[in-house]
């Protein structure tokens, strides 16, 4: 893959037509060593955040060995990619084929469940194995954070005690999972997370080996300025402390965008100006999907450098032939933009690349590698003092 200095070489060089992606490298392993050297536990990637075989190995280099992987498609890939990878199988809903081949073929473990029959499952996939590792899903608040994950997946804490007792009699090593959405912006959000596997390992008085946090570890966009991630790294020690577990008991957490968003960004170019609307050459069914579908404000940057005008908010249209290819915003962009100019949009490795169709044939397809930082980093040690959370409470 060919290495330019920033996106504005890329331009220089090539004026592409269609939406190019660029990667940095040296962002997404500096994030992997921020969380292998920094959190107490065990870091394991999510891989759905973006399943880029390159973005894995740059991972592993930095020392995160466990991967979740949330489909048999996601463990063949990842198993193929890194070999002696401990891979988790994340999903609490899977197919007796999938566990049955992630177990056998690929020396899966690890599996997540969240009811009676998802555990019967995967005895029976396993042939009743020995050396199991389940972590029994726990539903918690995603009231802190931007994106909701409580809906979908988690055994409420009322209904927990029987599955964890049933789980504890088929697994070598028992533990409790839970995700607190996505983007969020206050270690409390663990804080209390935590409190509530608490009292289910209370209730169901059994001994849990793995208490897994899940992902929801931030970045940062425009609006979006979380507290520094040790705050968050901190607040979840003091709670795994204080816990009723055994002092052998591991610690683990699942970041899948705090260790890929700062990796990749998007360059695209300006087709049409309709007042404040910018039409563009990707978009909803591109990597720009989490733009349009849950009007997620991505940071941008003109590359032209005779746009004098101030900044003003634009929305985005995307190329394909559907009304709802449509970007909200606001991005804000110089008042001078028009067709033929290009933008950068940052801090797309998670989510961005990943979710990208070829619907009516358009989408990045040419990629490069470049050598200046994101537009944002949580990582790079120049943010000034940001703050430490305020409604964190001590559980001791």
Not at 381 to 394: E, K, M, Y
């Amino acid at each position: 893959m060919h290495t330019f200095p920033d996106a504005k070489a890329v331009v220089r060089e090539i004026a592409p037509d269609e939406a190019v992606i660029l990667n940095r490298p040296h962002a997404a392993a500096r994030a992997a060593r921020f969380f292998t050297e920094k959190f107490p536990g065990t870091a394991m990637y999510a891989v759905k955040a973006n399943p880029s075989p390159d973005l894995i190995r740059i991972l592993w280099s930095e020392g995160v060995t466990h991967y979740d992987v949330a489909s048999i498609g996601e463990v063949r890939m990842v198993r193929e990619v890194l070999p002696e990878a401990t891979l988790c199988f994340m999903h609490p809903v899977k197919t007796k084929g999938a566990i049955r081949e992630a177990y056998f073929q690929h020396g899966v473990r690890t599996f997540s469940l969240d009811t009676m029959e998802e555990l019967q499952k995967i005895v029976e996939a396993t042939d009743g194995a020995s050396d199991l590792q389940l972590l029994v899903r726990l539903r918690v608040s995603s009231e802190h954070s931007e994106l909701s994950l409580a809906s979908k997946f988690g055994v409420d804490l009322a209904d927990a005690t029987p599955l964890l007792q049933a789980t504890r009699q088929h697994c070598d090593a028992l533990g409790i999972c839970f995700h607190v959405g996505s983007q969020a912006m206050t270690p409390f959000a663990y804080v209390q997370a935590l409190e509530r596997v608490r009292a289910a390992i209370a209730e169901a008085a059994i001994t849990v080996d793995i208490v897994d946090v899940g992902g929801g570890f931030p970045s940062i966009y425009p609006d979006l300025d979380p507290p520094a991630m040790e705050d968050y790294f901190a607040q979840i020690h003091r709670s795994f402390e204080a816990m009723p577990i055994s002092y052998s008991a591991e610690l683990w957490a699942e970041p899948g965008r705090a260790l890929c968003a700062e990796y990749s960004s998007l360059i695209v170019k300006v087709e049409k100006r309709r007042g404040d609307e910018l039409y563009i050459n990707d978009g909803a069914y591109g990597a720009l999907f989490d733009a349009a579908h849950v009007a997620w404000r991505f940071p941008v940057v003109a590359l032209e450098d005779d746009l004098t005008q101030p900044l003003t908010e634009f929305s985005f249209y995307g190329p394909t032939c559907d009304d709802a290819d449509f970007m909200k915003g606001p991005f804000m962009l110089p008042e001078d933009i028009q067709a033929g100019d290009y933008i950068e949009i940052g801090m797309l490795g998670a989510y961005g690349a990943a979710m990208a169709t070829r619907f009516n044939g358009f989408g990045a397809t040419l990629g490069f590698i470049v050598e200046d930082e994101p537009m944002a980093s949580i990582y790079r040690g120049d943010r000034p003092d940001p703050r430490s959370s305020d409604n964190v409470v001590s559980l001791r």
